[in-house]
């Protein structure tokens, strides 16, 4: 099995930092997209950010030039550095990995996390 475990969620004051992580432990034997997803209370789950297998990465438009995402793919983690958060960035954030374990490494599967709270003070 894989499990995926967040950390780093916190109260922050407006314009603060935060950085979130993500370790995955079990049965992994690769790992493709890795990403974090936000869920703020009473709206949809939104994707965040997006890093490839070989680093290319990918942001929602809220928080370009704010959040950077990275991986250690020895270590089967992922970052978040928030910075210049903002009240809006208030959420649960998950992240997710799709990946192959070694029971079956040809099978893709999507793995999620349990999720930080993220609280930011206006």
């Known amino acids: 099995q894989v499990r995926l475990v967040e950390s780093g969620g916190d109260l922050v004051q407006a314009g603060g930092s935060l950085r979130l992580s993500c370790a995955a432990s079990?049965?992994?034997?690769?790992?493709?997209?890795m990403n974090w997803y936000r869920q703020a209370p009473g709206k949809q789950r939104e994707l965040v950010a997006t890093?490839?297998?070989?680093?290319?990465?990918n942001y929602a438009d809220s928080v370009k030039g704010r959040f950077t995402i990275s991986r250690d793919n020895a270590k089967n983690m992922v970052y978040l550095q928030m910075n210049s958060l903002k009240p809006e960035d208030t959420a649960v954030y998950y992240c997710?990995?799709?990946?192959?374990?070694?029971?079956?490494?040809?099978?893709?599967?999507?793995?999620w996390g349990q999720g930080t709270q993220v609280t930011v003070s206006s």
């Open positions: 079990g049965s992994i034997f690769s790992i493709d997209n």
């Open positions: 997710k990995f799709r990946a192959t374990t070694s029971i079956n490494w040809s099978l893709w599967n999507d793995y």
């Open positions: 890093i490839t297998r070989g680093g290319n990465t």
